[in-house]
C-alpha cells in the first residue's frame, strides 16, 4: 500500500534561520507531489508540485524553495525564515489523472519565532 | 474550475442532528469533486468523491454528497451527526486545465455539540 512521510511533526526557528523539511512516499512510483501551507484559520495555498525528477512549478513567489532530487522525496526549504513562513505545511501526492484525489502527510507545524 | 466556495465557514450543530456543508464551483468543464476531511493537527483525508455515474455518493462513516450539474454544486450531508465528526471539511474540484488542477474551497469548520 501507498503511505506518506512527512517530519518533522512540528518545528518552532527564529527569524533568519534556514528550513528544511522533507516529504517521502513509498509504494508508488512517479507521483505527482505537492506542497500546501495552511495558515492559521484559512484554506490551502499551494506552494509547489512537482511532476517528475528535477520538475518544480512555483505557484507563490515567496522565500521558499523546494526541490525533487528522487522520484518519491520532495523537500521544502529556506535560506532566511520570515515570521510569515509560520503555519502547517501539507505535503501530498497524487498519480496523474485527475480522479484519484490527494493523499496527504501528517503537516509540519512550523513557529517561526 | 475558476473557483470553489464553501458558504459556510463554520457549522455548529448538535449531536444527533443533521448536517449539510455547501459547496458550489464554477467551472466550464467537466470536473471531479471530492470531500476532504482534517482533524486537529493532521493532515487532510480524503472523504468521498464523484467522478462520473450516480450523482449521490457515499462515505463509509454515514457521509454523503450529491453532484448538481445545474446548479454547480456538490453538498455533503449526514443525518446524524456525531461529536466525533467535529472537524475542519474541504471541498475541491480538479478540472483538465493542459493538465489536471485541483482547487480546495476554504473550508467549512463542523462543531458538533452534546
Known amino acids: 500500500s501507498q503511505t506518506i512521510h512527512q517530519w518533522p511533526a512540528t518545528l518552532v526557528q527564529p527569524v533568519g534561520s534556514p528550513l528544511s523539511l522533507e516529504c517521502t512516499v513509498e509504494g508508488t512510483s512517479n507521483p505527482n507531489l505537492y506542497w500546501y501551507r495552511q495558515a492559521a484559520g484559512r484554506g490551502l495555498q499551494l506552494l509547489f508540485y512537482s511532476v517528475g525528477i528535477g520538475q518544480i512549478s512555483s505557484e507563490v513567489p515567496q522565500n521558499l524553495s523546494a526541490s525533487r532530487p528522487q522520484d518519491r522525496q520532495f523537500i521544502l526549504s529556506s535560506k532566511k525564515l520570515l515570521l510569515s513562513d509560520s503555519g502547517f505545511y501539507l505535503c501530498?501526492?497524487?498519480?496523474?489523472?485527475?480522479?484519484?484525489?490527494?493523499?496527504f502527510g501528517s503537516g509540519t507545524r512550523l513557529t517561526v519565532v | 474550475a475558476q473557483s470553489v466556495t464553501q458558504l459556510d465557514s463554520q457549522v455548529p450543530v448538535f449531536e444527533e442532528a443533521p448536517v449539510e456543508l455547501r459547496c458550489n464551483y464554477s467551472?466550464?468543464?467537466?470536473?471531479?469533486l471530492f470531500w476532504y476531511v482534517q482533524y486537529p493537527n493532521q493532515g487532510l483525508q480524503l472523504l468521498l468523491k464523484y467522478l462520473s455515474g450516480s450523482t449521490l455518493v457515499e462515505s463509509i462513516n454515514g457521509f454523503e454528497a450529491e453532484f448538481n450539474k445545474s446548479q454547480t454544486s456538490f453538498h455533503l450531508r449526514k443525518p446524524s451527526v456525531h461529536i466525533s465528526d467535529t472537524a475542519e471539511y474541504f471541498c475541491a474540484v480538479s478540472e483538465w486545465a493542459g493538465g489536471f488542477k485541483t482547487i480546495f474551497g476554504a473550508g467549512t469548520r463542523l462543531f458538533v455539540k452534546a
Open positions: 501530498a501526492w497524487t498519480k496523474g489523472g485527475g480522479n484519484h484525489g490527494y493523499t
Open positions: 467551472s466550464s468543464v467537466s470536473v471531479y
